[in-house]
């Protein structure tokens, strides 16, 4: 037997605000952070699971504060028999019903539920000797089925319509696990579409994201329309015809507000208008979708949870499905979402970039290429250029894709050099630095 | 000029979990507890501001966090210049980007805002030297309309909306003023209808609750039909006929359970079905309320913020809206809750109870009143009679109603007494107390 001997967080800050890296229509200055976990046993194998949340800086500590509350339901425990029963373990932490109270099941507490079973998710994919996705994706049907929490979701997906999804991607599982390993997964890059960048600058990345082999580029538009007007004729004019430029507005508008300003920039043809509107309003974004049809709705990075997936799907809303790594309960949620949107037939291209979404998201959509969905079709990562030197196994991009992890885990771990540099000393501490 | 010294934080618990009080079926063992702040200023009158958000318990200390995480934004800034201008100071708080990451709007960190902008309320309320509810009354449309956030509302409710509103409720002010001062406000009870209580008090409370004059009664129920469909049979043969029975599942069912378990219940006449499922399920409610007609759906208390109201009432999923004092962002946001019920022309019965609810919506629904709905009819505040000796100014109930305050400030100020000896030490110095 193996106990939890301690729950550790770290508050980790990037000062990425001092350069414009990541400065878009509603988070002008991020600094870019994790609310960071480790989970230690008394194993002899020495294996920690490593997670976090990642924030954009202030209230990193609140997020810390949050994870700390959970350790009680944790160490001291047995780690093989929280490790065996994923499913028992995240209801576990999801239904104390005191700390309920403070979501339910969205914002800080939610998140930190999410960052404790992604670091025991990482510590069991770690002792699997496999990369989280491929350990996923050996499980059978009915493990998986085991993992999820179904409750307020039956009226549109059931177990037994999960299982259905899930066998159905068993066929031709071995040769998609084969070609993940030889060509990777696609990527996007929003690296050129930062707003703080030159027109010279967005011209230059737009072409550098071309010859890399990137499939597709995005920019940040809605706090001037002029702006986004000649942003927009620049990076077009800056690609091949028809390269699929998406657009993405940070929530920064309402209803009518989005219809109108995404029908002035329809004629640059975006590829998808991402967060359009507050990511509560399922009602606006159905609105929206009707209003600017044919083209999508993308959203997720800020959906709170499973619940709030299921009606953006429901209603219409959302077209393309942009999970993120650490938003909502952690993997088997996340799971749960994938298991969603192939039961609506949506693709799922995950929200990555600020720091480590990169390296925990890519397991989500290898699984779901290999055991759920069991389709590239439209599918793609998002990749920022930031921060990965920061983790012990970065993600890699080659030729415009995602390469596949080898290394055991779940890919969260960072460098311990890099947890003690950037642990956060206090405002008082940076400002004299 | 005054200027805002301190935002001091405390940890409030009670232990209520050693007797069966407030227990239901997803909240089975709540210390009623607040996350409590206190603003002071270096201002000659030595008034302060106090507020609270409301907890069940573990996690009180996250949420004490995210109210320290807010002081940055307040300490040292010109008081009078804050509290003249309550809707900029809302502004100021939610829309600090890296904060908002953490939600946007909801959880931890929304209650946290609406905690220190609470506080402003009774600090401002207090220097008028008036009630807060007489407080609000007093100001013009304009000044109500200039306390808003319209972002993501103005779809189904705009600024010029809002103002006819208000507008129209300025005939016959003086008159309700006078009334409620004379008669008090309607209250309903759940002392009852706890999920602990045997049958002989059960029975024993709905009798009392009945001669003392109140309004409703209301039960929990969806941890077991059989116990359901008991408890239902003797509160209806201890109250006169017709006489109203709400019933409340506390977020316990999915679609389906809650359409079949309510029609089960029917033939007790059910006065409404409270928290049926996921807050978060808005096409959720809207297929039960339609699954269940003519039994209303009543929601609210754990509605994160004014955009999820939004969509009830777009959906009908919502018949009665139940705002709660400390789940939103202040007591801006619940005012547009109050316009977003008028415009839908839906009643609000509030959510109260726990420590110091009671005392704070109060406030909210005499100003809907006196200065928006301009009507009791179907209103009524829930009442439970736990804690109250704890408040400078306990919420005061007479003949099954509540009197309407006088004392200057918001009601949230409790004893000093209290609070000293309920500031929690800890689970080790608790567990050897």
């Avoid at 930190?112 to 992604?118: D, K, R, T």
Wanted: charged share 20%; proline share 5%.
């Amino acid at each position: 037997m193996a106990v939890i001997t301690a729950v550790e967080t770290v508050d980790i800050r990037f000062p990425t605000s001092l350069s414009l890296d990541g400065s878009d229509a509603m988070n002008t200055d991020p600094d870019y952070s994790a609310a960071y976990v480790i989970v230690r046993t008394d194993a002899l194998d020495g294996e920690e699971g490593h997670a976090f949340v990642f924030t954009i800086g202030r209230g990193n500590d609140v997020e810390v504060a949050a994870i700390q509350a959970l350790a009680r339901h944790v160490v001291g425990r047995d780690a093989d028999e929280l490790l065996a029963d994923m499913g028992e373990t995240a209801r576990l932490l999801t239904h104390d019903s005191q700390l309920r109270w403070l979501g339910p099941e969205k914002g800080v507490m939610h998140m930190a539920i999410g960052a404790v079973l992604n670091a025991l998710w990482d510590l069991r994919a770690k002792r699997a000797g496999k990369p989280l996705w491929l350990h996923l994706a050996s499980m059978s049907p009915d493990e998986i089925v085991a993992l999820l929490d179904f409750r307020y979701l039956t009226d549109v997906l059931t177990p037994a319509d999960a299982l259905a999804i899930l066998r159905q991607a068993e066929w031709g599982k071995a040769e998609r696990i084969a070609a993940l390993l030889a060509d990777g997964y696609p990527a996007y890059t929003t690296t050129p579409g930062w707003l703080g960048y030159s027109d010279e600058k967005l011209a230059r990345l737009c072409r550098e994201a071309v010859d890399e082999g990137f499939a597709q580029i995005k920019l940040k538009v809605g706090a001037d329309l002029d702006d986004d007007l000649r942003r927009l004729a620049v990076a077009r004019s800056n690609v091949p015809p028809g390269f699929p430029i998406a657009i993405d507005a940070n929530q920064r508008w309402g209803v009518s507000e989005a219809i109108s300003w995404v029908s002035a920039l329809a004629r640059f043809e975006p590829a998808w208008i991402e967060e359009p509107t507050s990511p509560d309003d399922i009602l606006g974004h159905s609105a929206i979708a009707r209003g600017i049809s044919p083209i999508p709705v993308a959203t997720g990075e800020h959906v709170q949870n499973r619940i709030v997936f299921k009606q953006l799907l429901q209603s219409g809303g959302m077209q393309i499905m942009q999970i993120d790594a650490t938003r909502v309960g952690g993997v088997a949620e996340n799971i749960m979402n994938l298991l969603l949107a192939a039961k609506f037939g949506i693709r799922v291209c995950p929200h990555a970039g600020g720091v480590g979404l990169c390296e925990a998201v890519q397991h989500l959509s290898m699984f779901d290429y290999v055991a759920v969905s069991g389709t590239l079709d439209g599918r793609m990562i998002e990749y920022v250029d930031h921060l990965h030197e920061h983790f012990v196994t970065p993600a890699v991009i080659r030729d415009g894709r995602y390469v596949a992890p080898t290394a055991p885990g779940a890919g969260t771990q960072m460098r311990a050099e890099s947890v003690d540099m950037y642990t956060w000393q206090g405002e008082a501490l940076a400002a004299t630095s």
